[in-house]
Each structure stands twice: as structure tokens, then as C-alpha cells.
């Protein structure tokens, strides 16, 4: 069974750092684009950043761009996103995803069709 489990998140300072990962069984992640979301309360859900795991190609929303970092361990079934210079905007319920990989890499929610449980991140001092 696909299974998408992510890291636990926590408290972290204004502009500090966290590092998440999602670990994928069940399935390798060859072949698939993995995307990071995140839902802060009272919002939809957003996508944040993908990648694809073949080819290495990355994708981010512009807020988190040269602050996040999302790479992956084929060997470990591992996605990460190292997140620096987090700010109080960055503050919601993280989410790892997994879709088949297409020819044009998306944030598209659509495009993933399984999840993992999602883990809380709160910036805040």
C-alpha cells in the first residue's frame, strides 16, 4: 500500500530553519513528481514546491523561492525541503504528495493522488 509519511515539524523562531522530509513505502518514488503543500488556518490548501524525482527538475511558489529547498534521496525513497528564513507567513500543516510524473512539472493538487498525514509547522517567537 502507497504510504507517504512525513517528519514531525515543530516551533521554530522568525528566521530560523526546519527541514522536513517524507518518506515514501510501497512504491518507489521513480518515475514521480513529489510535491510539498501546506494549509495555514483558515486558508486553502497551497502548493509550495515539487520536484521530479527522474528528472531532478524543481518548481517553487514565488514566497518560498531562494528561502526553500526541496531535494530528493532516490536511494532512501526520501523527499526533503529545507526551509530557511522562515517567517510567521510560513506557519501551517505540511503535506508530502506523490503523483505520476508528467511532462510539465505542477503544483496542481490534482496531479497527486496520495498523501501523507501532514505535519504542523509554527514559526512564531
Known amino acids: 500500500q502507497a504510504r507517504l509519511v512525513e517528519s514531525e515539524g515543530g516551533l521554530v523562531q522568525p528566521g530560523g530553519s526546519l527541514r522536513l522530509s517524507c518518506v515514501a513505502s510501497g512504491f518507489t518514488l521513480d518515475y514521480y513528481i513529489i510535491g510539498w503543500f501546506r494549509q495555514a488556518p483558515g486558508k486553502e490548501r497551497e502548493g509550495v514546491s515539487a520536484?521530479?524525482?527522474?528528472?531532478?527538475?524543481?518548481l517553487y511558489i514565488d514566497s518560498v523561492k531562494d528561502r526553500f529547498t526541496i531535494s530528493i534521496d532516490n536511494a532512501k525513497n526520501t523527499v526533503y525541503l529545507q526551509m530557511n528564513n522562515l517567517q510567521p507567513d510560513d506557519t501551517a500543516v505540511y503535506f508530502c504528495?506523490?503523483?505520476?510524473?508528467?511532462?510539465?512539472?505542477?503544483?496542481?493538487?490534482?496531479?497527486?493522488?496520495?498523501w501523507g498525514q501532514g505535519t504542523q509547522v509554527t514559526v512564531s517567537s
Open positions: 520536484i521530479g524525482s527522474s528528472t531532478g527538475e524543481t
Open positions: 504528495a506523490a503523483g505520476p510524473l508528467m511532462s510539465t512539472l505542477t503544483l496542481a493538487q490534482r496531479a497527486f493522488g496520495s
